[in-house]
Protein backbone atom coordinates (compact mmCIF):
# COMPACT_ATOMS: atom_id res chain seq x y z
CA UNK A 1 0.00 0.00 0.00
CA UNK A 2 1.31 3.31 -0.97
CA UNK A 3 1.26 5.79 1.93
CA UNK A 4 1.59 9.71 1.28
CA UNK A 5 2.46 11.93 4.16
CA UNK A 6 3.06 15.73 4.08
CA UNK A 7 6.74 16.40 5.51
CA UNK A 8 6.31 18.55 8.63
CA UNK A 9 7.89 21.46 9.53
CA UNK A 10 8.17 23.51 13.06
CA UNK A 11 6.28 26.88 12.07
CA UNK A 12 8.80 29.88 11.76
CA UNK A 13 11.26 27.01 11.11
CA UNK A 14 13.76 28.32 8.61
CA UNK A 15 16.53 25.27 7.43
CA UNK A 16 18.62 27.87 5.40
CA UNK A 17 19.03 30.30 8.45
CA UNK A 18 22.47 29.15 9.72
CA UNK A 19 24.00 28.57 6.16
CA UNK A 20 22.74 31.60 4.79
CA UNK A 21 24.64 33.72 7.38
CA UNK A 22 27.85 31.77 6.76
CA UNK A 23 27.55 32.87 3.10
CA UNK A 24 27.27 35.59 4.07
CA UNK A 25 29.78 35.78 5.98
CA UNK A 26 32.18 34.41 3.62
CA UNK A 27 30.97 36.25 0.57
CA UNK A 28 31.69 39.28 2.72
CA UNK A 29 35.20 38.61 3.30
CA UNK A 30 35.84 37.16 -0.37
CA UNK A 31 34.04 40.32 -1.97
CA UNK A 32 35.73 42.92 -0.05
CA UNK A 33 39.22 42.07 -2.14
CA UNK A 34 37.76 42.28 -5.25
CA UNK A 35 36.18 46.03 -4.36
CA UNK A 36 39.38 47.11 -3.50
CA UNK A 37 41.10 47.50 -7.00
CA UNK A 38 37.37 49.16 -8.48
CA UNK A 39 37.32 51.41 -5.58
CA UNK A 40 41.63 52.40 -6.21
CA UNK A 41 40.83 52.76 -10.21
CA UNK A 42 37.99 54.47 -9.76
CA UNK A 43 39.76 57.37 -6.98
CA UNK A 44 42.54 57.27 -9.65
CA UNK A 45 40.56 58.23 -12.29
CA UNK A 46 38.57 60.70 -10.51
CA UNK A 47 35.33 58.58 -10.92
CA UNK A 48 34.49 59.68 -7.48
CA UNK A 49 31.13 58.15 -7.17
CA UNK A 50 31.98 55.15 -8.67
CA UNK A 51 34.45 54.99 -6.11
CA UNK A 52 32.47 55.94 -3.12
CA UNK A 53 29.74 53.19 -4.27
CA UNK A 54 32.10 50.27 -4.52
CA UNK A 55 33.77 51.77 -0.83
CA UNK A 56 30.25 51.58 0.77
CA UNK A 57 29.47 48.37 -0.34
CA UNK A 58 33.02 47.23 1.28
CA UNK A 59 32.56 48.34 4.10
CA UNK A 60 29.03 46.55 4.58
CA UNK A 61 30.10 43.67 3.82
CA UNK A 62 33.22 44.34 5.90
CA UNK A 63 30.63 44.85 8.79
CA UNK A 64 27.97 42.44 8.26
CA UNK A 65 30.75 39.42 7.72
CA UNK A 66 32.50 40.41 11.56
CA UNK A 67 29.28 41.09 12.52
CA UNK A 68 27.91 37.42 11.83
CA UNK A 69 31.58 36.34 13.13
CA UNK A 70 31.62 38.14 16.41
CA UNK A 71 27.38 38.23 16.86
CA UNK A 72 25.66 35.93 14.86
CA UNK A 73 23.72 39.23 13.58
CA UNK A 74 23.70 41.28 10.09
CA UNK A 75 24.48 45.73 11.18
CA UNK A 76 24.18 46.44 7.88
CA UNK A 77 20.67 45.69 5.91
CA UNK A 78 21.00 43.71 2.85
CA UNK A 79 18.44 45.66 1.18
CA UNK A 80 20.80 48.56 1.33
CA UNK A 81 23.11 46.57 0.29
CA UNK A 82 21.11 45.36 -2.68
CA UNK A 83 20.32 49.34 -3.78
CA UNK A 84 23.72 50.54 -3.15
CA UNK A 85 25.06 47.26 -5.56
CA UNK A 86 22.21 48.04 -8.78
CA UNK A 87 23.67 51.77 -8.47
CA UNK A 88 27.02 50.47 -8.65
CA UNK A 89 26.74 48.13 -11.78
CA UNK A 90 24.20 50.95 -13.58
CA UNK A 91 26.58 53.17 -12.89
CA UNK A 92 29.57 51.13 -14.09
CA UNK A 93 27.55 50.24 -17.06
CA UNK A 94 27.67 53.72 -17.93
CA UNK A 95 31.58 54.20 -17.36
CA UNK A 96 32.81 51.12 -18.65
CA UNK A 97 30.12 49.50 -21.24
CA UNK A 98 29.02 46.28 -21.36
CA UNK A 99 32.18 44.52 -19.40
CA UNK A 100 29.97 45.11 -15.85
CA UNK A 101 27.27 43.02 -17.81
CA UNK A 102 28.68 40.18 -16.69
CA UNK A 103 29.23 41.30 -13.05
CA UNK A 104 25.53 41.22 -12.85
CA UNK A 105 24.80 37.54 -13.08
CA UNK A 106 26.86 36.60 -9.59
CA UNK A 107 24.93 39.59 -7.86
CA UNK A 108 21.29 37.59 -9.03
CA UNK A 109 22.80 34.38 -7.93
CA UNK A 110 23.98 35.19 -4.77
CA UNK A 111 20.68 37.11 -4.22
CA UNK A 112 19.04 33.66 -3.74
CA UNK A 113 21.80 32.43 -0.98
CA UNK A 114 21.60 35.68 1.35
CA UNK A 115 18.07 36.28 1.43
CA UNK A 116 14.67 34.35 2.26
CA UNK A 117 13.27 32.70 -0.85
CA UNK A 118 10.57 35.17 -0.88
CA UNK A 119 12.76 38.57 -0.66
CA UNK A 120 15.32 36.87 -3.20
CA UNK A 121 12.15 36.78 -5.40
CA UNK A 122 11.61 40.52 -5.17
CA UNK A 123 15.19 41.26 -5.65
CA UNK A 124 14.97 39.11 -8.03
CA UNK A 125 11.81 41.05 -9.59
CA UNK A 126 13.98 44.41 -9.35
CA UNK A 127 17.05 43.43 -10.25
CA UNK A 128 15.67 42.16 -13.63
CA UNK A 129 13.92 45.32 -14.14
CA UNK A 130 16.06 47.90 -13.05
CA UNK A 131 19.16 45.97 -15.30
CA UNK A 132 17.26 45.54 -18.09
CA UNK A 133 15.95 48.83 -18.13
CA UNK A 134 19.53 49.91 -17.75
CA UNK A 135 20.32 47.66 -20.48
CA UNK A 136 18.11 48.77 -23.43
CA UNK A 137 19.43 52.56 -21.94
CA UNK A 138 23.05 52.36 -22.28
CA UNK A 139 23.70 49.55 -25.15
CA UNK A 140 22.32 48.09 -28.18
CA UNK A 141 18.93 46.33 -28.24
CA UNK A 142 20.37 43.07 -29.25
CA UNK A 143 22.64 42.82 -26.82
CA UNK A 144 19.83 44.44 -23.84
CA UNK A 145 17.66 40.82 -24.78
CA UNK A 146 20.09 38.20 -24.89
CA UNK A 147 21.44 39.74 -21.50
CA UNK A 148 17.73 40.01 -20.22
CA UNK A 149 17.03 36.16 -21.45
CA UNK A 150 19.89 34.91 -19.91
CA UNK A 151 19.38 37.00 -16.33
CA UNK A 152 16.33 35.69 -16.48
CA UNK A 153 17.21 31.90 -17.04
CA UNK A 154 19.75 31.62 -14.81
CA UNK A 155 17.35 33.57 -12.23
CA UNK A 156 14.73 30.85 -12.96
CA UNK A 157 17.44 28.21 -12.51
CA UNK A 158 18.47 29.49 -9.54
CA UNK A 159 15.07 29.92 -7.60
CA UNK A 160 14.37 25.96 -9.04
CA UNK A 161 18.19 24.98 -7.51
CA UNK A 162 16.94 26.43 -3.65
CA UNK A 163 13.55 25.09 -3.96
CA UNK A 164 14.88 21.69 -4.59
CA UNK A 165 17.84 22.22 -1.66
CA UNK A 166 14.72 23.46 0.61
CA UNK A 167 12.66 20.57 -0.18
CA UNK A 168 15.05 17.97 0.65
CA UNK A 169 16.32 19.70 4.13
CA UNK A 170 13.03 19.46 4.44
CA UNK A 171 12.55 15.81 4.09
CA UNK A 172 15.83 15.43 6.09
CA UNK A 173 14.59 17.09 8.73
CA UNK A 174 11.48 15.50 8.73
CA UNK A 175 13.14 11.53 8.99
CA UNK A 176 15.12 13.02 12.27
CA UNK A 177 11.74 13.92 14.17
CA UNK A 178 9.30 10.96 13.24
CA UNK A 179 9.38 7.36 14.35
CA UNK A 180 10.00 5.23 11.28
CA UNK A 181 8.13 2.17 12.13
CA UNK A 182 4.69 4.24 13.79
CA UNK A 183 5.45 7.42 11.61
CA UNK A 184 4.71 9.18 14.84
CA UNK A 185 6.76 12.37 16.60
CA UNK A 186 9.72 11.22 18.60
CA UNK A 187 11.33 13.11 21.41
CA UNK A 188 13.41 15.44 19.39
CA UNK A 189 10.08 16.82 17.83
CA UNK A 190 8.72 17.10 21.64
CA UNK A 191 11.80 18.83 22.76
CA UNK A 192 12.00 21.68 19.79
CA UNK A 193 8.41 22.04 19.62
CA UNK A 194 8.62 22.97 23.78
CA UNK A 195 11.65 25.07 23.20
CA UNK A 196 9.74 27.46 20.71
CA UNK A 197 6.29 27.24 22.93
CA UNK A 198 8.24 28.84 25.44
CA UNK A 199 10.41 30.80 23.65
CA UNK A 200 6.90 32.41 22.19
CA UNK A 201 5.74 32.32 25.80
CA UNK A 202 8.69 34.38 27.17
CA UNK A 203 8.34 36.60 24.03
CA UNK A 204 4.69 37.41 24.01
CA UNK A 205 3.59 36.66 27.78
CA UNK A 206 0.44 34.36 26.25
CA UNK A 207 -0.49 31.93 28.77
CA UNK A 208 0.96 28.20 28.25
CA UNK A 209 -0.10 24.80 29.32
CA UNK A 210 1.64 21.63 29.76
CA UNK A 211 -0.43 18.33 29.31
CA UNK A 212 1.40 15.52 30.27
CA UNK A 213 -0.90 11.83 29.95
CA UNK A 214 0.02 8.41 31.23
CA UNK A 215 -1.67 5.78 29.51
CA UNK A 216 -1.68 2.98 31.19
CA UNK A 217 -2.07 -0.57 29.54
CA UNK A 218 -0.81 1.18 26.18
CA UNK A 219 0.36 -1.99 24.76
CA UNK A 220 -3.82 -3.27 24.60
CA UNK A 221 -4.92 0.35 23.74
CA UNK A 222 -2.09 0.47 20.31
CA UNK A 223 -3.44 -3.06 19.29
CA UNK A 224 -6.86 -2.56 19.58
CA UNK A 225 -6.74 0.93 17.79
CA UNK A 226 -4.04 -0.27 15.60
Request: aromatic letters at 14%; charged letters at 15%; proline letters at 4%.
Amino acid sequence: MLVVRKVYTLPNHNFLSAPRQRVIMLMAFITVPLFLPFVFVSFVNRQTLSGSLFAMLALGLLADGYGIYRRGKIPVSLWLLHYLLSIALIHGMYLRGSDMLFWCYPATFATFFINKRATARMHLLLQVLIFGSAAFYFFEVSTAIRFMFSLTMMSVWSDVLLGVIINYQAQLVDLTIRDPLTNAFNRRHFIDSLELAIANYQRHKHPMTLVALDIDKDIDFRDELR
